[in-house]
């Protein structure tokens, strides 16, 4: 069964930062791209961040390059998110999700929190 899982998420102050986990389980990551997507209030879902877990090449949405940097660690099949000199504007519910791989399907996590609020 595959199974992506966030952590990390919370309430943190306008300047702060925060690290967000996925944990992928369930399948092969050969050939796959993860990342994290978010969704605002109101707002349609985009994408933030991608990473190849073959070769580590990234991708960063513009408002979050050089605040926001995308990790991998293949041996434990986790990605992760840490996001520095965070902004009221990326308070979003933040997903985890394949952004491509070998197949059309695109594997979701449930979402994580993240509330940056004074």
């Known amino acids: 069964q595959v199974q992506l899982v966030e952590s990390g998420g919370g309430l943190v102050q306008p300047g702060g930062s925060l690290r967000l986990s996925c944990a992928a389980s369930?399948?092969?990551?050969?050939?796959?791209?993860i990342g994290w997507y978010r969704q605002a209030p109101g707002k349609e879902r985009e994408g933030v961040s991608c990473i190849s877990m073959s070769d580590g090449r990234k991708s960063y949405e513009d408002s979050v390059k050089g605040r926001f940097t995308i990790s991998r660690d293949n041996d434990k099949y986790t990605v992760y998110l840490l996001m520095d000199s965070l902004k009221p504007e990326d308070t979003a519910v933040y997903y985890c999700?394949?952004?491509?791989?070998?197949?059309?399907?695109?594997?979701w996590g449930q979402g994580t929190q993240v509330t940056v609020s004074s």
């Open positions: 999700a394949t952004c491509y791989g070998p197949t059309p399907q695109q594997y």
């Open positions: 369930g399948f092969s990551l050969d050939g796959y791209s």
